[in-house]
Structure formats: C-alpha cells, structure tokens
C-alpha cells in the first residue's frame, strides 16, 4: 500500500490519508496507539477538519484505524475479532461464521525456492520458516494451513514460540514484529487432496478440497508470508462479501 506523491490532482484527503499511513509504516504511530485529535491532525497536516475526517474515515473503512467509544481513533491492533473479521471468510452449511482452533503440526526451517525468492525479494536458498498448521471446527479437522514466512522479516522465529502464540497469526506478527498485514490476495481453486492433507482430514488421497492461495502484504505492498490453505468443504465453505453493508 505504498503512499501516493502528492499532486495537484490528487484529493486533499487523499495526501492525508497517504500521511498517516506513512507514520503507520514507519511506527511513529504504533497498533493500539491513540491518534491525536482532529484539530491537531489538521494543523500537522496544514488543512481543514473536514479534511482530515474523511481519510481517518477511509482507513476506519480500511480496519486500519478503528473508532472506540470514549478513546477517540487508535491503530488497529488484530485482536481475534478483528482478524476473523477481515480476513477469515468462511461459514458452515447454515451460513454461519464458523470458530475454529488451531493446532501446529510442524515447523521447519528451509532455503526459498526461486518462487519464494522472488516473492519475498530475497536471495535464492535464503532462510524461510515453514510450518503446517491444522485448524479445526467442533474438534473436526477441516482446514490445513501450509505457511512460508522469510526470516529476514521474522528474525528468530521458532515453533515453540508460533505454538505458544495468544490469538491470531496476524496478531501475532504485529505484537511481537510490529509487521501490520495490511492487505492479502487469494486465489481459490479445486485441488487433489495429497497424502498429507488427506490424512489430516480422513480422506483418500486424491479426493477434491478446496485450495486457497494467499499473499500477506504490510505496507509499500511488502510480502511478508505465502499460504496455500486446504479446506473440507463437508464441513465449509468460502464465503466472499463486497460492497456496502447495512
């Protein structure tokens, strides 16, 4: 998400907006830090509260800031709430958001391929974490997470650590790292079950599940983690929602 140059063109709220996702990227506003009132934004940025009150509703909309009564407009922090919220769109044969838990199955540490090099811009056989996580609904398996992270990003990430986590994974990179997953893409599609997802949802090698591909990104459009997700689709379903909700 990087910041814009301004330009005459360019909405004022926008530049302010692009301002304080600035300060966001660079911690001068950290998760769980209160911004500092509308009449002081607008002198720091050198327009109207007017102004200022549209981009901080623009990154409200975005879940970057979040409104709570009596404390004003903080940064986000990705509490459970918020991360299922944003990111976790699945429901169970009655449309219901569903819960799940998660269990770490491995955790390794493995050179990038020439994919993940790229992706991540570090160098071919550089360091990344790879862990396989099982998530399940009710006590039934019904999704295995497969994750790279760079270790460039995550100095001196260990199994035991990501298994002791509180919360979410997002949650999770931004308390310890202060790494904010700002924006992801998916790509969804059919897969064959191999031996390892299979055993892990009690199905024969080669039965179809649902494969969802996702790239974490923090700010400047910086990959920071790549998950390929199997889901039991017995048990759920992918649910995407856009546009305006009442």
Not at 71 to 93: I, M
Request: proline share 5%; with cysteine.
């Amino acid at each position: 998400m990087p910041a814009s140059a301004p330009s005459f063109d360019q909405p004022l709220y926008e530049i302010v907006r692009a301002g304080i996702v600035e300060r966001l990227r660079t911690g001068v506003w950290a998760a769980g830090d209160r911004l500092p009132p509308e009449p002081e934004l607008a002198r720091l940025f050198g327009v109207g509260i007017g102004t200022v009150r549209r981009a901080v509703e623009a990154l409200v909309a975005e879940r970057l800031l979040t409104r709570r009564a009596g404390r004003g407009t903080e940064v986000a922090r990705f509490t459970d709430d918020h991360a299922f919220d944003l990111y976790f769109n699945y429901v169970d044969p009655t449309g219901a958001a569903i819960k799940v838990t998660a269990e770490l199955l491995s955790f390794a540490r493995e050179r990038a391929t020439a994919r993940f090099a790229a992706l991540f811009g570090i160098e071919r056989n550089g360091s990344l974490a790879h862990v396989e996580n099982l998530r399940r609904m009710d006590g039934v398996p019904v999704m295995l997470d497969r994750l790279w992270m760079p270790l460039n990003v995550f100095p001196n990430l260990s199994g035991q650590d990501f298994a002791a986590r509180r919360g979410s994974i997002y949650g999770y990179y931004q308390e310890r790292y202060g790494v904010s997953v700002v924006r992801v893409q998916e790509d969804v599609t059919a897969a064959d079950a191999d031996a390892g997802v299979a055993a892990a949802f009690g199905l024969k090698p080669g039965t179809s599940v649902l494969q969802v591909e996702r790239t974490a990104y923090t700010f400047q459009d910086k990959p920071v983690e790549f998950r390929r997700r199997y889901v039991d689709t017995r048990y759920c379903a992918y649910r995407n929602v856009r546009g305006l909700q009442d």
